[in-house]
């Protein structure tokens, strides 16, 4: 009788080049084809991983598309009201100053019912991570406008497009929270392509190793995509935000306290 080739005979652990971490759950996912959650989900679990902090780490999930991340993340989450996170995450970490404590939250979350909680806790410069999702509209709840809903671009709310006059301008929140002094680290990211998805989990692990550092609060920004609310396929909505989102929230870091700390040292001492 012949063997039969195992699987195990040709998948060898020296031959494995990727696995998925273990603080992601098999739980199906809810998001549309091309979201870009799924994408950050899995950043944050990789890093929550290779930092070896999935038992000291608590996610704070919002109010939108993102409200059900506790299901996919295996760690210690709490859910707070609308646009409510940043002031949950404070009171639990100042409670529990060696925790890692991350908020979650879409722009109309964070930027349209949470702005003076945002502002505030970046002001104190709270030693939290927030994860910030910017794809210019209201997934969730039917594609209506959103603050950050680029001028032009039509909506349920604004079927002919943002006016200037009637809507005023897009909300740039993270240019806005980049001038804070308790902001340590304010950035601007995207994953719609391989390497922007590796720059995005570099960032996503610098905010984290800021929070042990007690140097304020890290702010990460990622401009995403919304296929079923832009009403496009994955490639077309990956090609809109390139050609219209970028311009207005280019891609980069925005502030580094420590690098910019350590630049100014540098200038200081060519001066003398």
């Not at 989990?201 to 905010?207: L, T």
């Not at 190793?209 to 077309?236: L, M, Y």
């Amino acid at each position: 009788m012949e063997d039969t080739l195992k699987i195990e005979d040709i998948i060898k652990p020296e031959n494995k080049v990727y696995e998925k971490t273990s603080v992601l759950t098999n739980n199906p996912t809810h998001y549309c084809y091309g979201c870009s959650h799924g994408v950050v989900h899995k950043l944050v679990a990789e890093v929550i991983e290779e930092m070896d902090i999935q038992e000291d780490t608590v996610g704070v999930s919002p109010v939108g598309c993102a409200v059900l991340a506790y299901n996919y993340l295996d760690i210690d989450w709490m859910q707070a009201a609308h646009g409510r996170a940043p002031a949950v995450a404070t009171g639990y970490k100042r409670v529990n100053p060696e925790k890692y404590v991350f908020t979650y939250q879409g722009d109309g979350d964070l930027a349209a019912i949470g702005t003076a909680e945002t502002m505030h806790a970046v002001n104190r410069g709270e030693n939290i991570v927030i994860i910030f999702i910017n794809n210019a509209i209201y997934g969730m709840t039917g594609g209506q406008m959103a603050p950050t809903t680029m001028l032009g671009q039509p909506t349920s709310t604004s079927p002919d497009g943002r006016d200037i006059d009637l809507n005023g301008y897009p909300l740039k929140i993270t240019e806005l929270l980049a001038q804070l002094p308790g902001a340590a680290y304010v950035t601007r990211q995207s994953v719609h392509t391989p390497g922007n998805v590796r720059k995005c989990k570099k960032a996503i692990r610098k905010a984290f190793e800021n929070s042990a550092k007690n140097i304020g609060t890290s702010f990460v920004e990622v401009v995403s995509t919304c296929s079923s609310g832009w009403k496009q396929t994955p490639e077309q909505s990956n090609k809109w935000m390139e050609e219209n989102m970028f311009p207005f929230y280019p891609l980069g870091v925005l502030k580094d306290s420590e690098r910019d700390t350590a630049d100014e040292y540098l200038v200081q001492k060519l001066k003398k």
